[in-house]
């Protein structure tokens, strides 16, 4: 039976990394080692057992899937707040320093409040 | 049968990794069962089908005693999702083996596959049967585990009893491993 916790559907998601797999024409072993994740986590997610959150958080990036794409249950009416998305950014650009990135992002918060509440007058 | 580069310290890599998961020492026991739990595998002894099926009552006997040697264990595929029967009429030692032998299928990913052929015969890869024939053994006795009874003195009949396999199985892992090499050094031979 296919676990489907909070409406993320293991089975789905498996098959979609099956498919990359055999589209890369790679072994599960050579997954294994790209990935770090265990030959016991890929058994049981197999078996439709969802896998950590560290596993398949390296499994999508490795594929190149959103694993929100396997979430039914949700609307998808909910797009991800701006300043999520631009903090996500730039924690993520490798030529910034963890300082700089928060600097920014206090900036960035200050002037989205700003404008958000319409304070901004020119 | 040759295995590709680095299949054996991979094999024996995943039986550590096993243990760790399962909170063993490399050197600990492993239950085959309680691997299977672990990994999410539904294992159905044969008999125990009978109970379930009584009109396999008839096979079922068969396959516990004229018929023993024929069928030792299976896996069977529901889409990507394997379930195991094995042979429960066989001796403790030859059920571990069988279901070490199946689990290591599972670790190997090895695809799913129907359990025959068009023509009725067993479904057989020869590859895959050999990788999941050297895993087998290697979850049960991992090198660190050879070597570690080998050190602590254990006589070959009483570290079969520990690692609940035969004494072939033993011998054979003392060999490959390396331990009886060392064994033989620390006696002086």
């Known amino acids: 039976m296919t676990d489907t916790d909070k409406g993320f559907h293991p089975d789905d998601f498996y098959n979609a990394i099956v498919k990359t797999v055999a589209s890369r024409q790679m072994t599960w072993k050579q997954v294994s080692k790209e990935t770090q994740v265990s030959s016991s986590t890929l058994t049981r997610m197999a078996q439709g057992r969802q896998p950590d959150a560290a596993s398949l958080a390296v499994l999508s ?21 701006s300043l999520v998305g631009i903090s996500t950014l730039l924690r993520a650009d490798p030529k910034l320093k963890p300082e700089a990135v928060k600097a920014m992002e206090a900036i960035i918060q200050a002037a989205y409040e700003n404008l958000k509440d319409g304070k901004n007058k020119k | 049968m040759k295995f590709e580069r680095g299949f054996k310290a991979h094999a024996n890599k995943i039986a550590l990794e096993v243990r760790g998961e399962l909170g063993l020492a490399p050197h600990a ?27 396999l009552v008839g096979d079922v006997d068969y396959l516990s005693h004229a018929g023993s040697r024929v069928f030792s264990a299976i896996t069977v595929f529901d889409g990507c999702k394997r379930i195991i029967v094995h042979n429960d009429s066989h001796a403790p030692t030859r059920q571990r083996s069988d279901l070490a032998h199946e689990l290591g299928h599972a670790l190997l990913m090895h695809p799913p596959h129907p359990p025959f052929c068009s023509d009725g015969k067993r479904m057989f890869d020869k590859k895959l049967e050999s990788e999941a024939g050297w895993l087998g053994p290697v979850l049960l006795i991992p090198n660190e585990a050879a ?39 620390l006696k002086g031979l």
């Open chain 1, 61 to 81: 990036a490795w594929a190149g899937i959103n694993p929100a794409d396997f979430v039914k249950q949700l609307k998808k009416s909910h797009t991800q707040e």
């Open chain 2, 29 to 55: 026991p492993l239950c085959p069962w309680i691997l299977a739990e672990h990994l999410a595998i539904p294992v159905f002894p044969m008999k125990k089908l009978a109970e379930e099926k009584p009109c």
């Open chain 2, 147 to 185: 070597h570690w009874a080998v050190a602590e003195g254990f006589a070959e009949v009483d570290a079969a009893q520990h690692y609940g396999v035969s004494l072939d199985l033993l011998r054979f892992r003392f060999g490959v491993s390396g331990a009886r090499m060392r064994r033989d050094r």
